[in-house]
């Protein structure tokens, strides 16, 4: 298995415009985890999936962020307008569901000008 | 929800000496308890994990070490060498049907020669 694949590995766009960052979890794992990593405020959790159904997205910033996963091998996070303190490294995590670690993707690393 | 406090912030050990991390969580339901490593500019990787039925796992140089009834657990890692120099996160799970981790803010340990 190649693990999570996140694409793009790095992402540089204008304020406003709109970003879209996508995700293929670990075939077979039920659970899906969008992280945003800054050194300020560390690993936050955004959003996650249970068997493609979002359970909590109490971590999503604001209305600009939005994520779906439209199928058990496929996720992705919008953000519309970006804004550049948005900038910051994007992780998708996999898991076999409850009380298993996460296999995270190589993240995306969003700069936003 | 869960809260994962975890110190110190940064650590800075010689070649050879042992280095501790200590984590509390607040939620006595939490029943699992990973730690994942973090090396610059790379994704976070799960290097150990316990769950609440033991007090210790070891695994080589590192082991981790469990306290329910103080709900605090700690990273050990033995002989270090530099290239255990990384940040070091902890984690709690919610337990119940819920998969979701609660991370700590990090250990950045440095190990010199």
């Known amino acids: 298995d190649a693990g999570v694949i996140q694409s793009p590995r790095h992402e540089v766009t204008e304020m406003g415009q709109e970003v879209t960052l996508r995700c293929k979890p670990i075939?077979?794992?039920?659970?899906l985890f969008w992280y945003r990593q800054t050194m300020m405020r560390g690993l936050e959790l955004l959003i996650y999936f249970n068997n493609n159904v979002p359970i909590d997205d109490s971590g999503m910033p604001e209305d600009r962020f939005s994520a779906k996963m439209p199928n058990a091998s496929f996720s992705t996070l919008k953000i519309q307008p970006s804004e550049p303190r948005d900038s910051a490294v994007y992780f998708c995590?996999?898991?076999?569901?409850?009380?298993?670690?996460?296999?995270f993707g190589s993240g995306t690393r969003l700069t936003v000008v | 929800g869960e809260n994962v406090e975890q110190h110190p912030s940064t650590l800075s050990v010689q070649e050879g000496d042992s280095a501790v991390i200590k984590c509390t969580y607040s939620d006595s339901a939490s029943n699992y308890f990973p730690w994942y490593k973090q090396e610059l500019g790379k994704r976070p990787q799960l290097i150990i994990d316990i769950r609440s039925n033991v007090g210790e796992k070891k695994d080589q140089r590192i082991a981790v070490t469990l306290n329910k009834t103080a709900k605090h657990f700690s990273l050990h890692i033995t002989e270090t060498q530099p290239e255990d120099s990384a940040v070091y996160f902890c984690?709690?799970?919610?337990?119940?049907?819920?998969?979701?981790?609660?991370f700590g803010t990090g250990t950045r340990l440095q190990v010199t020669l």
């Open positions: 075939s077979g794992h039920n659970s």
């Open positions: 984690a709690a799970s919610e337990g119940g049907t819920a998969s979701k981790l609660t």
């Open positions: 995590a996999s898991s076999f569901g409850s009380n298993y670690g996460y296999t």
